[in-house]
């Protein structure tokens, strides 16, 4: 749904950068359009086993690498040995753009060139643990987005999961990055609000959260 008045964009942290509303309605509903067809394959979207035995409340599909906790891989080797969708040229163009615009740099996404991404799918339940992206050999940005329905989005510090933190409500259509001092800070998403997304979008309920890193690998 959207604000009554206007969500002014964040600074969280040095590196940190929320910008609410930065993707249109109608790119929402390509990119929903999208994930649905990744999610479908040639490596099925799946909830993610951790090493302890625990599945993951969050159901994840990957393009470029696949990640399974907590490594990388070109085959999904814990779902089927398949190889994952390539990461299409407009998807790096795409976290090039956000680069620049949550820095307010022209220049920032220049040599920003993601070869993964993560798109998480979030129903009414789902949560995500305080954790930091660190499986990957490279500390360029994370650029997130988020369609759907609305979360509460913890960003912390880079030091432990307790606190400090701060506490976010993410809409559909917002960005957050966070890179330089803050890259491998903790984060999590601890509650979704269901009912929250325009129906419009094309999504009959739930939280898509696109994340691209640079995985640093060959």
Request: with cysteine.
């Amino acid at each position: 749904m959207s604000a009554l008045f206007p969500r002014p964009r964040l600074q969280v942290a040095p590196g940190a950068v929320h910008v609410p509303g930065w993707l249109s309605p109608d790119r929402q509903r390509e990119l929903v359009q999208a994930c649905r067809a990744w999610a479908a394959g040639p490596v099925a979207m799946r909830a993610a086993r951790l090493p302890g035995g625990q599945v993951m409340s969050v159901r994840t599909v990957c393009l470029g690498w696949h990640w399974q906790p907590y490594r990388y891989s070109r085959t999904a080797d814990d779902a089927g040995g398949g190889r994952v969708a390539d990461l299409p040229g407009w998807m790096v163009r795409m976290g090039r753009a956000a680069l620049a615009d949550a820095y307010a740099d022209p220049a920032a996404g220049d040599d920003y060139t993601p070869d993964a991404a993560l798109i998480n799918f979030y129903d009414a339940t789902a949560r995500m643990g305080m954790h930091q992206d660190k499986d990957e050999r490279s500390d360029a940005p994370v650029v997130s987005i988020s369609i759907g329905d609305s979360c509460l989005f913890r960003f912390g510090n880079t030091a432990g999961r307790g606190r400090p933190y701060t506490d976010i409500e993410l809409a559909s259509g917002d960005l957050f990055v966070f890179g330089g001092p803050s890259r491998f800070a903790y984060h999590g998403v601890p509650k979704v609000y269901p009912g929250t997304a325009d129906p419009a979008l094309g999504l009959t309920g739930g939280r898509l959260n696109i994340t691209m890193r640079v995985t640093g690998m060959t």
